[in-house]
């Protein structure tokens, strides 16, 4: 299949390039080292510093290339515009104070229509919203996606929330006809085979249109089948290219 081979070089070009550009850290652990050997010590601050930008590196290239069959256009670290009305900061204050207390629960349907509302009414403000991981769109849609971490923290869940609503606001005043759709993506469920512990996002999220997990998510990008083809391709990639992974750790054994 076409789309996995595409996938499999992306994933093999990704890894090539963060070790053309990686450095050890330097950090001195003689008791450590002696124990693992400086090739293991070398492989685990290598994971650590991919785990670091897993989604830029990785999930994002890996997510444009499989949504291109479904989707018109893919942007990776999209901009959702610098512009948003002083009633639409009003009304998603309003939300998040609301949904702080407790006096209601997650509606994205209803908190999309209150923003859309007052999108292009009064003075206006100039303003950086965080860059969008994934903007997809498909004919009207439009998809604003942000790829969180597999075990986000849960002090930033209000964080999460008012990026959501901000982006709403500055694009649907630039884009006046799209239908705007916001999500978080949760890439892989850590907790598996238990099912993801969503009710850490309940008081914020509307988990039914604002969260997509593991499967959820990668079929939701590329049709049925995305997940299981995806992890087929990891693990190919993993095997293909383990000659050339061991070589390159073996070099920090030398002296």
Partial sequence: MQIKQ????????ALR??????????????????????????????????????????????AEELGLAKFDNITRQAFAGETITREAQRVIQDIMDNLESGRVKPNKCNEIERILRVAHSGEISTIKPTKIDLLLQKDKSVYLIDIKTAKPNKG????????????????????????????IAIPYNPYEPKPYER????????LDFELKVAKEFWDFIGGNGSYEMLLGAFEEVGIEMRAEIDEYFARFNTK
């Fill in 199 to 206: 009710w850490t996002m309940a008081g914020m999220l509307d």
């Fill in 6 to 13: 595409n996938i499999k070089n992306r994933l093999k070009n």
């Fill in 17 to 62: 390039q963060k070790f053309s550009n990686y450095t050890p850290e330097t950090s001195y652990m003689p008791f450590h080292t002696r124990l693992l050997g400086r090739d293991r010590m070398a492989l685990y601050s290598f994971i650590q510093s991919l785990n670091t930008n897993f989604g830029t590196s990785i999930f994002e290239p890996v």
């Fill in 156 to 183: 930033g869940f209000k964080e999460f929330k008012r990026t959501l609503l901000t982006w709403v606001a500055s694009y649907a005043y630039a884009n006046p006809n799209a239908e705007i759709h916001t999500l």
